[in-house]
């Protein structure tokens, strides 16, 4: 890990990769994160490591550093829920994204650690070649075979016997542009391309209008999935198919805030904020069965949950 000031990534990332927002989780000052350049195949390359809520590139950054480049994102660790134009996709890692660097972008990690490569390919380069078909926010799957060739260009590409040849490395550049040109040229069907864009943009608004409803409603002890789908005007599968992009389901998440909110009460009652009974808490947070709280606490934390204060302070050495 390494541990940096939120204002020294900030710093770092706009000297490599031009203005952005940086906007950390509540009370986040310092991150585990990192921004290093190289150069491979003839492009520089950015290696960008962070735990932060998001990075924006708004109207207000492009007025102030409008942008050489094309990045293409290339999602090596980690989970990002990217944005650009009608795209919007929850990149997982295999995942890429060419993202255009004058149009307003986002990329949101919800806190969670990252890591991440972005090829910085010219924009004047790119358009001569591809213009009629160009655009920002070009998904590209980790399951399509462009992608898994434009991989193997990059493996060879950190290979430093071969970095170190220019004759190889201007190879693979064109490489590069050879199967960024075949995946775009493949896209101008608009039939395909209007049936992929509502795909990722109703899956990605899904995940993120369910997500915000469980945060909210979390302690109604009276919901359900089903009631959830009927408010949303969903139905339950596509609220699955959505959470899948987090690797969750909406019960999973569901279970995963209540048992959040218990342990906050917990320790609470431990530290004597709080005068009140564990079945108080379990069915504040929205458990109707004291049982079944009981249960799954002790399954996920390996004791009952009023010995859970107990427990975490006792593991909490103080010198002094």
Known sequence: SNLMPVEKFQVDLEHICGAFQV????????????????????????????????????????????????????QEQGKA???????????????????????PSGFTFFGNYSRQLSIHIPRTELQERFSSCLKGGEYLSRNDH??????????KAFDDSVSCNE??????????????????WERTDGTNLAKDLDVEISGAQTLDRGMAYIDRFY?????????????L?????????????????PTD????????????????RQN?????????????????????????????????????GNNFYKNLKVDG
């Open 81 to 103: 829920l990217m944005s650009q134009r009608d795209t919007v996709r929850m990149l997982v890692p295999g995942d890429m994204m060419l993202v255009d660097s004058t149009i």
């Open 146 to 155: 462009c992608t898994m060739a434009l991989y193997a260009v990059l493996s």
């Open 272 to 308: 004597g904020n709080e005068n009140c009974l564990v079945s108080t808490i379990a069915y504040s947070c929205g458990f109707n069965d004291v049982s079944y709280f009981n249960r799954v606490f002790r399954k996920s934390f390996g004791c009952a949950p009023g010995q859970y």
């Open 23 to 74: 906007q950390p989780t509540k009370d986040q000052k310092v991150i585990n994160g990192a921004v290093l350049l190289e150069q491979r195949a003839g492009f520089d390359v950015a290696h960008v490591a962070e735990n932060l809520q998001t990075i924006k590139r708004t109207k207000r950054e492009i007025r102030r550093d409008p942008g050489e480049n094309y990045y293409l994102i290339v």
């Open 233 to 249: 005007g969903t139905s339950i599968r596509q609220l699955q198919r959505a959470f899948t992009m987090f690797s969750s389901t």
């Open 167 to 184: 004759t190889q490395s201007s190879y693979l550049r064109e490489a590069m542009f050879g199967l960024l040109g075949a995946k775009l």
């Open 253 to 268: 998440y569901l279970l995963q805030k209540r048992m959040e909110k218990a342990c906050q009460l917990l320790l609470a």
């Open 219 to 231: 302690a109604d002890n009276e919901l359900t999935i089903q009631l959830m789908a009927d408010d």
